[in-house]
């Protein structure tokens, strides 16, 4: 999967951004993967994932829990996010564990994921890495919108209501945190980053 690949940032500003998606394989084990799916995301709650979801259905920011468990079913694709390495570690240790018999591909800095691996006795299967951006950047956001605008990988989180929260942060109609969080809403499959979205608003309203 690569809608998670492009976030934009330098590596130690993506220090609390990993995503973790899990899914069946085309032609192979599609049929009965719902159980499997569906205790994936049970287990990443557990886990303290800080977003997660299915983009049929959506993230807790925009459904409600329990509905997008039970609306997984065979061939579903899933997704969770973990704002802490040591997070990540568990999760993925007791993934490991729980044996799915499902495809689960980590999204973050290299270096950080292969780390996390290798204390769970994993290494990497394949690497898909960004080769960056190509042609008119010069028409692009600027780089702090950037940051939060490439957490949702189906560019579902506009540049201009980046740029609308921002204003209503510094006006006092609203708060950072709430502002993160109608930001993630607007983000289908639960890969957006609230926690780092917060950051990010924060470092914004403080510049100017």
Not at 4 to 27: P, S
Not at 151 to 169: D, E, Q, R, T
């Amino acid at each position: 999967m690569t809608h998670t690949l492009h976030r934009h940032g330098a590596a130690e500003d993506l220090q609390d951004d990993y995503t973790v998606i899990c899914m069946a394989a085309a032609g192979y084990n599609v049929a009965g993967s719902g159980p499997g799916l569906k205790r994936f995301l049970t287990v990443a709650l557990e886990h303290d994932a800080i977003n997660f979801g299915d983009i049929m259905t959506g993230s807790p920011f925009n459904a409600e829990p329990q509905d997008i468990i039970n609306s997984i079913k065979d061939g579903s694709i899933v997704h969770a996010v973990f704002a802490a390495k040591e997070k990540l570690v568990a999760f993925l240790r007791a993934i490991k564990d729980e044996d799915l018999g499902l495809s689960v591909v980590v999204q973050g800095v290299c270096s950080q994921v292969e780390d996390a691996l290798s204390q769970i006795g994993q290494q990497p299967h394949t690497i898909n890495t960004s080769l960056g951006i190509w042609g008119r950047s010069e028409r692009l956001a600027d780089h702090n919108t950037l940051r939060i605008t490439t957490m949702c990988g189906h560019a579902l989180v506009s540049k201009n209501l980046v740029a609308h929260l921002v204003k209503g942060i510094r006006a006092g109609r609203i708060g950072v945190k709430s502002a993160a969080e109608e930001l993630a809403a607007q983000c289908v499959c639960g890969v957006f980053n609230p926690n780092r979205a917060e950051r990010i608003l924060r470092e914004m309203v403080e510049s100017k």
